[in-house]
């Protein structure tokens, strides 16, 4: 929340799994573009927010499988728990709000008293959270039955509850002022609260449980491509004539790149669909891009996806300052230059490979008329690290501590060295 002065530019508020993440895609290459995208263009000005139906061992869990960025606040458990950085420190003003007129108790007695519920795994049980499942057939019925229970309970003893229903098979209560659009709200009087109401805000979901998130007033929305029918049915019945929400043609966080572009809500071309660095625009030049860019090279390098060639490493050589130092977070110092004539002897070891590389939370402070301050993390996705059930295993993050931008060419020129 401390971490821009101004207003930000873009709030992406968006689910994850088949929204952000696209399970059917093995190579995980829209969530690589997105990632390209928003960490050359703006992470610097703008707030990345994830809200999942995931519970916090779940989501770490899917941290460690897909080539993810960190949002600067995540929303889990269907909206029931908000978090904030990546240390995720919890919003303990949140939880009185849900505090209020729950009994945890009191609705697992009622949905015991249901055998067509099956309760969900013991990581998904949360303070203000109990989650089932229920066959797509039944859940209706069930649904009817359990509100009317709960509201008799509403004016007895003062329990007030919502039942969402999701995925064709997640039956989630939770407290009457709890959900993905009620946090997104509560998030939403926080920032005017403070004089940092974001500019813009897109939110971007696929199923049941996201559909509030489209309720909110003022923001724009995305149902990507594969949107199940339940979020499809509630757009048709709630907002169809509402220019604000599109159904986009791409899937998952291509749809989200999609929407940017749509809205106007700034640039979406990612760096990995150029595919020549030579032809972007002077201005659009940055600390941030740079980086971006250096380490795609870098990855298509190995991956022998541009020529062996020395005109290659030439340029790339020449876009960097020739004193520039790289500096590992253990402390170890390289040239730059020297490092970059080293990655002859790595070009094509991972060609044909599931070899991936992308940095997380780019963000740059300029010290001097030149000079930025620049700290990042870098992770790699390869084969060779991937443990039997499919997980990958991310590389330790790498730090660039200072880097400088000189114009005085027709390129820029990057200078990195330690301070």
């Known amino acids: 929340m401390d971490r821009l002065n101004a207003p930000a530019r873009l709030m992406i508020v968006s689910d994850l799994d088949h929204t952000m993440v696209d399970h059917h895609d093995p ?3 829209s969530l690589l573009r997105f990632n390209a995208l928003w960490e050359a263009r703006y992470r610097h000005d703008s707030l990345l927010v994830f809200s999942t139906g995931r ?9 460690k499988e897909k080539p993810m960025l960190t949002p600067d606040i995540t929303i889990m458990s269907v909206g029931t728990e908000i978090t904030y950085g990546t240390s ?34 013991e990581t998904e049980q949360r303070p203000h959270k109990v989650s089932f499942y229920v066959d797509k057939d039944k859940a209706r019925n069930v649904i009817k039955a359990l509100s009317e229970i709960f509201a008799k309970h509403r004016g007895e003893l003062q329990l007030d509850v ?28 926080k920032f005017k609260a403070e004089g940092k109401l974001p500019t813009n805000t897109l939110v971007c979901g696929d199923s049941g449980n996201d559909a509030e998130l489209f309720s909110i007033p003022d923001v724009h929305g995305v149902m990507v491509s594969n949107a199940q029918e339940e979020l499809l049915q509630w757009h048709a019945e709630n907002a169809k004539g509402n220019p604000k929400i599109i159904h986009a043609t791409e ?4 749809g989200i790149i999609q929407a940017i572009g749509h809205f106007n809500l700034g640039p979406n071309t990612s760096p990995r669909d150029i595919t020549n660095f030579s032809d972007s625009e002077l201005e659009n030049v940055s600390a941030s891009s740079e980086i971006v860019k250096f380490f795609l090279f870098y990855e298509r390098w190995r991956r022998a996806e541009v020529e062996n060639c020395e005109i290659y490493l030439a340029s ?11 500096v590992h977070p253990s402390g170890a110092e ?23 590389v992308w940095v997380d939370r780019v963000l740059s402070t300029q010290t001097g008329l030149d000079t930025w301050l620049v700290k990042f993390n870098k992770w790699e996705l390869s084969d060779q690290h991937m443990p039997s059930h499919g997980c990958c295993k991310q590389d ?23 301070n």
């Open 88 to 121: 995720m420190v919890p919003d303990d003003g949140w939880v009185e709000v849900l505090n209020h007129k729950w009994d945890r108790n009191i609705v697992t007695e009622e949905a015991s008293k249901f055998s067509e519920l099956i309760l969900q795994s």
């Open 27 to 29: 190579e995980n290459m």
């Open 316 to 326: 790339v050589k020449a876009d960097c300052d020739a004193s520039g130092i790289l």
């Open 162 to 189: 919502k039942i969402i229903y999701s995925g064709g098979m997640d039956l989630d209560i939770l407290p009457q002022g709890a959900g993905k659009g009620q946090a997104l709200a509560y998030l939403h009087k």
């Open 396 to 418: 330790e993050p790498l730090e660039l501590d200072l880097l400088r931008r000189v114009t005085n060419t027709s390129k820029a020129t990057v200078m990195l060295y330690s």
């Open 334 to 356: 390289l040239p730059l230059c020297g490092a970059i004539t080293g990655m002859r002897n790595y070009y094509g070891d991972k060609q044909g490979q599931q070899f991936r």
């Open 251 to 254: 899937r998952c966080a291509a």
């Open 55 to 63: 519970s916090p061992t779940l989501y770490k869990q899917l941290r």
